[in-house]
């Protein structure tokens, strides 16, 4: 019996001690939630006609954006009809909301003319007779280009522009090609528009002269990926079937696989909110096979942020910015160290009540508490690791809550102890028959607890769903150290000569009952 209880007791410490030695290696830290580590609240306004089902569906694909960044906790909750996104825990804050921001159509136009920007020469557009609003120019001096960074065409198929390839053509007098020469093109200062020329920035200071868009992001499905192809990443996505989908794009690859009028270039800007996301040549006419493959020059984060745009398309609402908050990390600190304090001036009350009331079994509970708070640190440090979970405030206070749940535990335990050595039994049979009846109730109340702590979890959202787990969390771990901590520490005690002639939960105990 002393050998199982002595197992039990050194099996959870050294357990507990490698779990906590193994996430301090591997650099595990609980990571922290907004409220605590600062960030950025935004607040979506809608704008225009919306359907509540649309919203609904513009909160899922904001949520699968920010999920797709890798943000700790995420909170995309609705308040009426605004979106508020809190985002904690983000290491580049600025691509996070760019990416929140981006709630326009994907377009797929062509492109009537590339160039570079040089704020330093002439605004107007060659061939165009328009000027460009803004500093954003294109620089006359630079010979247009139809190769660009990437290339489109069926997946598999056997015709390909090497990685990063740079085909060019000869620039006429003014810069433009032929096509676009010939005609005085009107451009729209709505960059928006899917109905006009506009002039279009890309991701590193490209600028295009697109036309009116030949289909939407709507002919893919929601299925892109960022894979490795000969050793280049490439992005891949399905076309949908029919009309809405295969036809579209059908229409639009031929045009420019011919270099029509509307597409000069064999390129198709594929543009998010008035900015040029990628602007691949088209390799083939028809793509017969149903996917579709973009290469070239590519990143990893390159690939992966454009199979993200492609994946998840356009949100079916249109929203504004109201309001952009930010906590910076001088509050969050002051609050975590609130929460710290106040948690720590909790554990120190229970532990005075304890000692006062329970005398020398106080150093059961301070070990239990010490077991338990390490074990918590180390399931919430791998599980933000892992899982991207973060701690915040409403987090802290369903731990510090817990403490009156493990407390209970004692409690019950200890005053049942009791109530035997009052009835004259010796501690060492009054600790084993005191646990066996004081754990079907410790059993019966952290299972209360924990079932409330999952009600809240799957009924609520927010802070209280995160008040909700922790608390949860806590309990399991209070049932966890009850069990294999404090039961065999108490019976081993009370079998020791470390307790006999003293006071024990404020009764004096004779040697010989002691022994």
Known sequence: MARRLYFSLLGIVVLVSAMLAGNLLAGNVPALGLDLQGGASV?????????????????????????????????????????????????????ALDIIGRQGELLLRPVLQAGTLNTDTSTTIPGTGTSVVDTSVVDTTIAATEGGPGSVRSRGAATTIPAGADTTVPASSDSTLPAVAESNISISEDTTDPNANAVLLGQNGEAYLVGPAGATGKVFTNNAQAVINNGNWTVTVELRKGADGADLWNALTTKCFNRDTTCPTARIAIALDG???????????????????????????????????????????????????????????????????SGLIGVLLVMAFFFVYYRMLTIVVVGGLMVSSALLWSIIAFISRSNGLALTLSGVAGIIVSIGVTVDSYVVFFERIKDE???????????????????????????????????????????????????????????????????????????SKFLSGRKVLGVALPEEIAQ
Not at 51 to 70: E, F, P
Not at 307 to 326: C, D, H, N, R, S
């Open 421 to 495: 050595l009052h009835a004259g039994k010796s501690l060492r049979s009054s600790a084993q028959r005191s646990f066996t009846l004081a754990w079907r109730t410790i059993l019966a109340a952290d299972t209360v607890s924990f079932l409330g702590a999952l009600v809240l979890w799957w009924l609520t959202v927010g802070s209280v769903r995160g008040f909700a787990f922790f608390l949860g969390l806590s309990t399991l771990c209070d049932v966890i150290v009850a069990y294999f901590f404090t039961r065999p520490a108490v019976l081993l005690l009370a079998r």
């Open 275 to 341: 900015k040029v996301i990628s602007a691949p040549t088209v390799q083939e006419a028809v793509f017969t096979g149903g996917n579709v493959q973009i290469s070239g020059d590519f990143s990893q984060s390159e690939a992966r942020d454009l199979a993200k745009i492609l994946e998840f398309g356009a949100v079916p609402v249109k929203f504004k910015v109201a309001t952009v908050q930010t906590v910076s990390p001088t509050l969050g600190k002051d609050s975590l160290r609130a929460a710290i304090i």
């Open 43 to 95: 607040t979506l306004q809608p704008e225009g006609e919306f359907t509540a089902s649309a919203l609904s569906q513009a909160v899922d694909i904001i949520s699968q954006r920010v999920n797709a960044l890798g943000v700790s906790e995420p909170e995309i909750t609705r308040q009426g009809n605004n979106v508020v996104v809190n985002l904690p825990g983000v290491n580049d804050q600025q691509k």
